[in-house]
């Protein structure tokens, strides 16, 4: 896969990647003054319905195994590695924090069930999308300045 084309196409497509795996993290920044004050059945409501939009998250595993492939092909480019190498930290970070959020996805029953903590639970739910989001915007400008610079 050393033909110029051949890379062109796979930042081409990592880009594009990383930019959708962002999505969801945005949506979830976006939304979080919103619904950090939100009541139990309102923000039940909301989180129904931004279950539609879960089948984003499988888009971020993309992203990652784009980001390991190029850094494979383009690990002698110092230009576009180390970034591009941040880009892939940030993603993992991503999972992590997902790694996080699954206790309160188990003990609500992906809000479908509200125990008494509940509101604790919310913003600790809330807060980490929030990282997530920050951490992935981080990581999607390391990749989109690792692909400008690289050569």
Same mark, same amino acid.
């Given at each position: 896969?050393?033909? +110029?084309?051949?890379?062109?196409?796979?930042?081409?497509?990592?880009?594009?990647?990383?930019?959708?795996?962002?999505?969801? %993290?945005?949506?979830?920044?976006?939304?979080?003054?919103?619904?950090?004050?939100? !009541?139990?059945?309102?923000?039940?409501?909301? $989180?129904?319905?931004? $279950?539609?939009? !879960? /089948?984003?998250?499988?888009? +971020?595993?993309?992203?990652?195994?784009?980001? !390991?492939?190029?850094?494979?092909?383009?690990?002698?480019?110092?230009?576009?590695? +180390? %970034?591009?190498?941040?880009? &892939?930290?940030?993603?993992?970070?991503?999972?992590?924090? &997902?790694?996080?959020?699954?206790?309160?996805?188990?003990?609500?029953?992906? /809000?479908?069930? &509200? %125990?008494?903590?509940?509101? $604790?639970? +919310? $913003?600790? /739910?809330?807060?980490?999308?929030?990282?997530?989001?920050?951490?992935?915007?981080?990581?999607?400008?390391?990749? !989109?300045?690792?692909?400008?610079?690289?050569?």
């Amino acid at each position: 896969m050393k033909s +110029r084309f051949a890379i062109i196409t796979l930042r081409f497509v990592t880009l594009i990647l990383a930019a959708f795996a962002l999505v969801l %993290p945005l949506i979830d920044l976006l939304e979080l003054p919103r619904k950090i004050g939100l !009541s139990k059945d309102d923000y039940a409501t909301a $989180q129904y319905i931004d $279950q539609g939009l !879960s /089948w984003l998250e499988f888009v +971020r595993f993309g992203s990652i195994l784009s980001i !390991s492939i190029l850094l494979f092909y383009e690990r002698e480019n110092g230009h576009l590695y +180390r %970034p591009a190498l941040g880009a &892939f930290v940030g993603q993992l970070l991503m999972i992590v924090i &997902f790694i996080f959020t699954l206790p309160v996805t188990v003990n609500t029953r992906s /809000w479908t069930f &509200f %125990p008494d903590n509940w509101v $604790q639970l +919310r $913003q600790q /739910w809330e807060y980490l999308h929030a990282a997530d989001a920050i951490i992935g915007i981080i990581a999607f400008l390391l990749l !989109s300045y690792a692909l400008i610079r690289g050569k």
